[in-house]
Structures are given as C-alpha cells and as structure tokens.
C-alpha cells in the first residue's frame, strides 16, 4: 500500500526566503508525482506533474524535482511571497493496473510566507 | 475553457438524511475522481469514473455512491448521513486519453456539514 509523507508538517518564513518542502513515498513504481496548492476552504490548484522519467520540473519560481529510485520529491520555492501562503500537497497515483484516477495524498505542509 | 464546477458549494444537512453532489469536469476530459477531504484523515479517494463505468473504488462504506452521465458529468451520493460524514468533497477531472494517469484538475469543493 503507497504510503505518502510530507516534510515539514508547517513552515513559516520571512518573505524572500528560498523553501524546499520535501515529499516522499514508500512504492517507488509510480507514473509520476503531482504537487497541488490548496488555499484555506478551497479547493486544488495544480502546480506540477513530473512524470517518471523526468528528474525535475519547473514553473515560474517552482522547482520539483524526483528520485523514484529513493522515493523522493523536493518542491523548491524561490524568493517567496505573502501570497504563497497555502498548503501544498504531493500525491502520486495508484501502482499497478488500478490506477487510474486513485490518487494518494500526503498530509501537506502548511506554508506561512510573513512579510 | 471553464475549469471543474462542483455544485452546491455549501450544503447542511442532519443525520439519517441524503444528498447528492455534482460535478461537472473540464471539457473533453473523460475520466472524473471524488475525494473527501477532513482534517483528521486528510485526502481520501472515494472512486473515479471513466465513460459512466466505476473504475475504482476507495475504502468507503456503501453509503457513498456515484455515477457519471454520458456527457462526463458526475453525482456522488451519501444515504443515511452520519456526523463524520462532514467534510469537504472534491472531484477531480483529467482527460484520460491515454493508459497513464494524468494530470488531475480539482473543483473547489462542496462543504458538506452534517449536524
């Protein structure tokens, strides 16, 4: 069963801070690794999808990078802002045959980006 | 294009009573995902369909139940709701042309309270 862990539980920064939220996941047959934003009450904002094969993925300020062998993610921010301010979440699909549309969550980590 | 739509936003119910949630995914995605999100649980998948068909299935009990209509559209159902049945439902949408899970799109939500 794919279990997902994410370090830290919460986080809280000056603005300008470059962060690195860390994600990790016990089967390491996965498709790929998506990181969300979640803003309070809201609902998921995708940030990036890093398929398998790839080793890292960027998006403006965002870095993800993947080490299937090692079972792990980083989500790397740059120069961060108030408005980072959210919970981010990593999430990998089911292993195997049945893994369409199942994915598994990790419990986030609560960004706070202070001014 | 609109993203995922997620209707009621906000729904009260009591104990013992049903309701229904719909989802309507981006167009021309096919496969749609449901999720119940709490605080003390996190994530958890409930099921996912692919043209009207159940795909798969979390580990809820069979009071949780869905569908999805020929346009891709989706309803969850509860019957006989519970207390710890609060929380918020997402539904996730991604195209799914392919045999790899892709990227997953999430609507903001229905806050379900259970009083």
């Known amino acids: 069963k794919q279990e997902v862990t994410q370090i830290p539980a919460a986080l809280s920064v000056p603005e300008g801070e470059n962060l690195v939220l860390n994600c990790s996941f016990t089967?390491?047959?996965?498709?790929?690794l998506q990181w969300f934003r979640q803003d309070p009450g809201k609902g998921l904002t995708s940030l990036l999808l890093i398929q398998s094969s790839q080793r890292e993925q960027t998006s403006g300020r965002l870095n993800a990078s993947l080490d299937k062998s090692s079972g792990r993610s980083t989500l790397y921010i740059a120069a961060s802002q108030p408005g980072d301010s959210a919970t981010y979440l990593c999430a990998v699909p089911n292993a195997g045959g049945t893994s369409y549309g199942k994915l598994t969550f990790g419990q986030g980590t609560i960004l706070t980006v202070h001014p | 294009k609109a993203g995922v739509t997620q209707t009621p936003r906000y729904l009260i119910k009591t104990r013992g009573q049903q309701v229904t949630l719909s989802c309507s995914p981006i167009?021309?995605?096919?496969?749609v995902s449901w999720y119940q999100q709490t605080p003390g649980q996190g994530l958890q998948f409930l099921f996912e369909y692919f043209s009207e068909t159940q795909r798969n299935k979390g580990n809820f009990p069979g009071r949780f139940s869905g569908r999805q209509f020929s346009n891709s559209r989706s309803e969850m159902n509860v019957s006989t709701l519970e207390l710890g049945d609060s929380a918020l439902y997402l539904c996730?949408?991604?195209?799914?042309?392919?045999?790899?899970?892709?990227?997953?799109?999430f609507g903001p939500g229905t806050r379900l309270t259970v009083l």
């Open positions: 167009s021309g995605h096919r496969s």
């Open positions: 089967d390491s047959a996965i498709y790929n």
């Open positions: 996730a949408s991604s195209v799914a042309w392919g045999t790899s899970p892709d990227t997953q799109y």
